[in-house]
């Protein structure tokens, strides 16, 4: 095996992309606490901020195959190693945003300390009730939320990577094909069925959503986490079959 | 140990085309090889096989005696300079050394950066932002610095004015002389590698026509000069492989080894360089 040089190129491709990241969000959170301590009447709200975070490496995730792929083929290395250094890069990413996720949410709570109309929030206090969390403020409440983040930024990271590997993988009339057919069976297609069935659509959803979240149960996040672990498995082992007879495209 | 590099019964088909059709080929140790044939003749397809870039349909490849496909430790012995460029766009030229290095423990920073000054290539320049010449002396310059037990290039001079030319096969000669290690040229620029090449794979159509040394392809082939008639007569029962007509002279190519004696008058045999033969012999096949 050959990671460490591939992890170490995966990581330090990304690492200005990242410092970039934050550097705008926690500017963007200096500049409307100032506004909050500035104006009387001003309020803030960072409500989940791992939603922002999600979106960054989602992206980030969409353009990480094709440019790292030719530079790795060029270098001899085979493509079981290289999407495992995908995994251990997604890994190592969702691992340092969350955990700066985590800082970031304990710095802004003092901003709040400061002033009350500057709130910030992670995205588990958001979506669930205090019941399915450990008592805030302590040390398994921190790490609850940070396992919280780096399950759903793995997953999200397995979603922009097989999705880039597979439209690599189409040829152009595909590409065409489900650009279009996907977007429209989303927005046209599922709210006509939605409405030929009375939001049967809806309560379906809503249903998986439930028990996906386990707000209607006492697992809580416990299962957003194992279903997003899950589906980042699933997601590797499709990325799998699309890359090991990926050829190299100019 | 085998020091090779072995194809065994390649087959590689794009759709209805079959770009190599049973190719059974070895590129033994410490060597420099010509891979040569006309434009589509399958040499890049042959060595993006070799590197893993492309799979064959049929066949296997043997590095060292070990299966080449999806393997690391066999992959990483081959540095192949293909004609795509696979750097990324905005990388500078310096940091693809510095990243070639991690991949390539042997490869030569010092080596690398002293060629591409003596090539006058700006190692602070973008790789998007060189000409193709300049991409080509990067490539050529990663790949001979890598130091790899095999070193692949596909038409490395692809952009290159003379000078750059001349140097660069000036610094496959050294580099061999220092390393031994295998080299395969492939080009269809035949007269410019044929000083510098040992052996010589022709492959034309997907299919290897000729592999052997130089000297061997050399000797196996011939012209006659003269009358028409004469040459006509002569030619009878050999193996003709093409010809050129001019007034009532004629000049034919016959692949096989002349007699020592018996020459009949009016003829003359002279021996024909690399680049005549191969033309010979793919426009041979193609007719």
């Given at each position: 095996m050959y990671l460490k040089p591939v992890v170490k190129y995966r990581l330090c491709d990304y690492k200005r992309a990242i410092i970039t990241f934050y550097i705008i969000i926690i500017a963007i959170m200096i500049g409307f606490f100032s506004i909050t301590i500035s104006y009387d009447t001003a309020t803030a709200s960072f409500a989940g901020i791992e939603m922002i975070g999600m979106n960054f490496i989602f992206i980030v995730s969409l353009t990480s195959f094709k440019e790292p792929f030719r530079m790795l083929i060029q270098n001899g290395i085979s493509r079981k190693t290289i999407l495992l250094g995908q995994i251990i890069w997604t890994i190592c990413v969702s691992a340092i945003m969350s955990v700066v996720d985590k800082v970031i949410c304990l710095v802004g709570s003092i901003g709040s300390s400061i002033s009350g109309r500057f709130i910030v929030g992670s995205l588990l206090d958001q979506v669930y009730p205090s019941k399915f969390l450990p008592e805030p403020g302590r040390i398994p409440a921190h790490l609850m939320a940070i396992a919280f983040s780096f399950c759903l930024y793995t997953a999200v990271a397995a979603l922009g990577y097989f999705i880039t590997l597979l439209y690599y993988r189409m040829n152009t009339p595909m590409k065409v094909a489900v650009s279009i057919s996907v977007p429209c069976f989303l927005f046209i297609g599922l709210p006509l069925i939605d409405n030929m069935t009375n939001g049967g659509v809806s309560y379906f959803f809503d249903r998986v959503s439930q028990l996906i979240f386990g707000v209607d149960g006492s697992n809580g996040p416990l299962s957003v986490m194992a279903f997003a672990l899950v589906c980042s498995a699933l997601l590797c082992g499709l990325s799998w079959l699309l890359i090991k007879k990926a050829p190299v495209k100019n | 140990m085998k020091v090779s590099i072995e194809l065994k019964n390649v087959v590689k088909r794009f759709g209805k085309v079959?770009?190599?059709?049973?190719v059974t080929v070895t590129f033994g140790g410490n060597k420099i090889y010509g891979l040569l044939g006309r434009n589509g003749a399958g040499k890049t397809t042959l060595l993006s096989i070799i590197t893993s870039r492309l799979f064959a349909d049929e066949g296997e490849v043997l590095v060292d005696g070990e299966p080449?496909?999806?393997?690391d430790r066999a992959m990483r012995k081959i540095y192949m300079m293909g004609?795509?460029?696979?750097?990324?766009?905005?990388?500078r030229v310096g940091d693809v050394f510095r990243w070639t290095r991690e991949f390539?423990?042997?490869?030569?920073l010092d080596y690398a950066f002293s060629l591409a000054d003596s090539f006058k290539l700006?190692?602070?320049?973008?790789?998007?932002?060189?000409?193709t010449g300049y991409t080509s002396i990067l490539k050529n310059i990663v790949a001979l610095s890598s130091n790899a037990e095999y070193t692949l290039l596909d038409e490395?001079?692809?952009?290159?004015d003379a000078n750059h030319r001349d140097m660069f096969y000036r610094l496959v000669i050294e580099k061999y002389a220092e390393r031994q290690n295998t080299i395969v040229l492939s080009t269809h620029l035949i007269e410019e590698v044929s000083e510098v090449i040992e052996d010589v794979v022709i492959i034309d159509g997907g299919k290897i026509i000729f592999d052997g040394s130089r000297a061997d392809l050399l000797a196996h082939g011939y012209s006659v000069l003269g009358s028409t008639e004469l040459v006509n007569r002569y030619a009878e029962g050999r193996t003709v492989i093409g010809s050129e007509s001019l007034g009532g002279m004629k000049k034919a190519y016959i692949w096989g080894k002349p007699e020592q004696d018996g020459v009949p008058d009016g003829l003359e045999l002279s021996s024909v360089d690399l680049q005549r033969l191969f033309i010979q012999l793919t426009n041979a096949r193609q007719n």
């Open positions: - | 079959t770009a190599l059709d049973n080449a496909r999806e393997n004609e795509a460029t696979l750097y990324p766009e905005n990388m390539y423990p042997e490869f030569s700006d190692c602070r320049k973008k790789v998007k932002s060189l000409s490395p001079v692809l952009g290159l």
